[in-house]
């Protein structure tokens, strides 16, 4: 698959007038084009990956890189370091990502003690969002 990552910066950084601020229109197409550029990379990363690009080999999968689990004593925490995505953001890209990162913290998990079984369990999903700068 070829993605042309420059195209769409280069689309982003098209909206942006000469002077003056952007108007809400340019706002939202560039909102709407880094969505697009999010999934590409993502598509771009995980090409990599699965085709064997040489410096995405060297290092761990983006996945492992952004998750983690651990599993003590009956209780298994996942932490995704992303933010959940929107239903207008879920492209198969974005998709493929979460799935990915959501089995390498259960992978993660299951390395450090077998995960426990239960009839009936209680699940408790918290989601912390940082604070943006200001």
């Known amino acids: 698959m070829y993605i042309d990552l420059k195209k769409t910066l280069e689309e982003i950084g098209n909206c942006l007038p000469e002077k003056g601020a952007p108007t809400p229109k340019q706002l939202q197409r560039m909102y709407e084009l880094t969505q697009r550029l999010e999934s590409q990379e993502l598509a771009v990363i995980y090409d990599m990956e699965d085709f064997g690009s040489p410096a995405a080999q060297e290092q761990r999968p983006l996945a492992q890189q952004h998750s983690s689990g651990e599993n003590r004593n009956g209780i298994v925490i996942l932490k995704l370091d992303e933010p959940l995505p929107s239903m207008k953001k879920l492209t198969e890209a974005v998709e ?23 009839e009936k369990t209680f699940v408790e999903i918290e989601i912390v969002t940082p604070r943006g700068q200001q």
Request: glycine share 0%; hydrophobic share 50%.
């Open 96 to 118: 493929k990502h979460w799935k990915a990162m959501l089995y390498a913290a259960i992978s993660d998990a299951a390395a450090q003690e077998p995960l426990p079984y239960f």
